[in-house]
């Protein structure tokens, strides 16, 4: 079975860094595409960051360049740096996973199949 385990979310600053990280389990989708999600209270789910089947890296705008999404692939780990928090990225951080494998990298929510459990980061002065 599919398991992902985040780690890595909290309290942080304006302008502090975290890094999330999403331990996989299971090799059946470790070559499919995975992503990072955030979530907002009153807001739907929207993509931040994710890598594609080939390796190759799709981030939103509100993002550029603050964060820097990266895999192990050995180890079956996703990582989130994210960096210049800003108080507009507080939410719950989500990381995914798609069943079907795609080239490019997917920034919509729709496209996965396997969720984490979700990892509050909340950045407030």
């Known amino acids: 079975a599919q398991e992902r385990m985040q780690s890595g979310g909290g309290r942080v600053q304006p302008g502090g860094s975290l890094r999330l990280s999403c331990a996989t389990s299971?090799?059946?989708?470790?070559?499919?595409?995975m992503g990072w999600f955030r979530q907002a209270p009153g807001k739907e789910r929207e993509g931040v960051a994710a890598i594609g089947s080939s390796g190759n890296i799709a981030d939103a705008d509100s993002v550029k360049p603050r964060f820097t999404i990266s895999k192990d692939s050995a180890k079956n780990i996703l990582y989130l740096q994210m960096q210049k928090l800003q108080l507009e990225d507080t939410a719950m951080y989500y990381c995914a996973t798609e069943s079907t494998l795609r080239y490019w990298a997917q920034l919509q929510p729709d496209k996965y199949d396997y969720w984490g459990q979700g990892t509050q980061v909340t950045v407030s002065s």
């Open positions: 299971g090799c059946e989708f470790a070559a499919h595409g």
